[in-house]
């Protein structure tokens, strides 16, 4: 199969034809829509958007593509922001949301002479770098990763246009690249782990020429953009379906170039593998609820248990278990940093909440009064709380401590 694929007829399904309404859709979205058509240009909404329509999902959000320039849909809206250096596009804000909007895009070019004018750029082995060429919606829709994600609802008489294949794929649950996937995973390897992110999120398969080729290609994870890596690291941990998501992950083998360390510790032991099957699990519970977990937590439950083992190394090796703590954390988040970079503040934060773990076991004096009203201690006590059911153990610490958070109210 070659990259970008032959151009051909799309698919359009009329208003009659497919289920999406657009009462469905945001009305800011539709304001930007109807705007852009109103002044003569083309206007879709792209990707996600339509894919979770058509399966009657809720939408994270909107992003429309459309004809117009960057500098053309500044010229439209005043709420407008020209944002990103890669590529050029216009967040429009509405009444606080955000609606992302992008003029489409041109394919990546086959011919490494077209690199020429550092309009593009490759990196090793094929990877884009920087890209910034206008084209057609059929290009557009085709340098997209899969061909879910290459739909467009067109506001001009709300049709579906499909240029690659994806409303068949929506039919049959299938994540399926656009164009050759060792072409496509070496262009941008973030995209073997959002292909674990869709299908674990939308309960999919991943076609079997893709799956084979992120067996064949994972290692490239290690080039990707550790500032990247971590974007899509808290995607596919937030997306309320973590569980299936990190299966996806371990049954394409994708952890072990994303999480070196880690995931050779917790092959080493069921028990581990365990603790972070629960953490997901609770990570959905949390997500099904309505609950905003934030990335320090998040990180801090995945690998609790890890930096527990960690520390407690340190711990027999003579270090004190408050400074073992704070070590463990950040001897393991920054060196994780390689692959996926974590904020500094983050690693703060997780090293915070493990510390603060000792302080559980005061439950003498002033202490315990002192760290209620602690900043780090909702945090640190979510924490606790998780791990004391997971290992059954610290029933009655657990006990003490949530009666004096009542008693605080
Ligand atoms: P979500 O519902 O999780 O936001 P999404 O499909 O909207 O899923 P985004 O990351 O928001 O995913 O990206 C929006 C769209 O941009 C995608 O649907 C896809 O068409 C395109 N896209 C995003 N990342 C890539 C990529 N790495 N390579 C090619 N196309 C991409
Ligand atoms: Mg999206």
């Known amino acids: 199969?070659?990259?970008?694929?032959?151009?051909?007829?799309?698919?359009?399904?009329?208003?009659?034809?497919?289920?999406?309404?657009?009462?469905?859709?945001?009305?800011?979205?539709?304001?930007?829509?109807y705007r852009l058509k109103d002044e003569g240009y083309t206007a879709y909404i792209a990707g996600g958007g339509v894919r979770d329509l058509l399966l009657e999902r809720n939408p994270k959000d909107f992003d429309i593509a459309t004809d117009a320039t960057p500098e053309q849909i500044r010229g439209i809206f005043r709420n407008c922001r020209l944002?990103?250096?890669?590529?050029?596009?216009?967040?429009?804000?509405?009444?606080?949301?955000?609606?992302?909007?992008s003029t489409f895009r041109a394919p990546v070019p086959e011919d490494e002479s077209l690199y020429c004018d550092n309009t593009f750029r490759t990196g090793t082995e094929g990877m884009v770098m920087r890209d910034n060429v206008f084209g057609t919606p059929e290009e557009d829709a085709r340098r997209r990763d899969f061909t879910i994600n290459a739909l467009f609802y067109n506001i001009a008489d709300f049709s579906i246009i499909d240029y690659a294949g994806g409303l068949e794929d929506l039919k049959k649950k299938i994540i399926r690249v656009i164009g050759d996937p060792d072409?496509?995973?070496?262009?941008?390897?973030?995209?073997?782990i959002r292909a674990a992110r869709f299908a674990g999120t939308l309960g999919f398969d991943i076609e079997q020429t893709a799956y084979d080729s992120i067996c064949r290609n994972?290692?490239?994870?290690?080039?990707?953009?550790?500032?990247r890596m971590y974007e899509e690291v808290q995607k596919l941990f937030f997306c309320g379906h973590?569980?299936?998501?990190?299966?996806?992950?371990?049954?394409?083998?994708?952890?072990?170039?994303?999480?070196?360390?880690?995931?050779?510790?917790?092959?080493?032991?069921?028990?581990?593998?365990?603790?972070?099957?629960?953490?997901?699990?609770?990570m959905d519970r949390w997500r099904k609820a309505g609950l905003n977990v934030h990335p320090a937590l998040l990180f801090a439950l995945i690998f609790g248990e890890y930096h527990e083992f960690l520390s407690q190394q340190l711990i027999d090796a003579g270090a004190a278990p408050h400074d073992a703590a704070n070590e463990a954390v950040h001897r393991h988040l920054q060196g994780m940093c390689e692959n996926v970079r974590?904020?500094?503040?983050?690693?703060?934060?997780?090293?915070?909440?493990?510390?603060?773990?000792?302080?559980?076991?005061?439950?003498?004096?002033?202490?315990?009064?002192?760290?209620?009203?602690?900043?780090?201690?909702?945090?640190?006590?979510?924490?606790?709380?998780?791990?004391?059911?997971?290992h059954k153990r610290n029933e009655d610490l657990l006990a003490y401590w949530t009666d004096l958070r009542q008693q605080k109210g």
């Not at 973590?242 to 994708?254: G, I, R, Y």
């Open 183 to 192: 072409k496509r995973f070496t262009e941008d390897p973030v995209r073997m």
């Open 342 to 390: 974590v904020p500094k503040q983050a690693i703060f934060q997780v090293a915070d909440i493990m510390c603060n773990q000792l302080r559980f076991h005061k439950n003498k004096g002033k202490q315990p009064q002192r760290f209620l009203h602690h900043k780090g201690f909702l945090d640190a006590f979510l924490y606790f709380k998780f791990s004391a059911k997971v």
């Open 242 to 282: 973590a569980t299936a998501v990190f299966q996806w992950l371990e049954k394409t083998d994708l952890l072990h170039p994303m999480f070196h360390d880690f995931s050779h510790w917790i092959d080493e032991d069921k028990a581990r593998h365990d603790w972070v099957i629960q953490t997901f699990e609770q």
């Open 83 to 101: 944002i990103g250096r890669r590529f050029r596009l216009a967040h429009i804000i509405y009444h606080g949301e955000i609606i992302e909007t």
């Open 1 to 33: 199969m070659t990259y970008p694929p032959p151009l051909m007829e799309p698919v359009i399904l009329k208003r009659s034809e497919h289920n999406v309404s657009r009462k469905n859709i945001s009305s800011a979205a539709i304001k930007v829509l």
């Open 218 to 227: 994972k290692d490239k994870l290690a080039s990707a953009a550790s500032s």
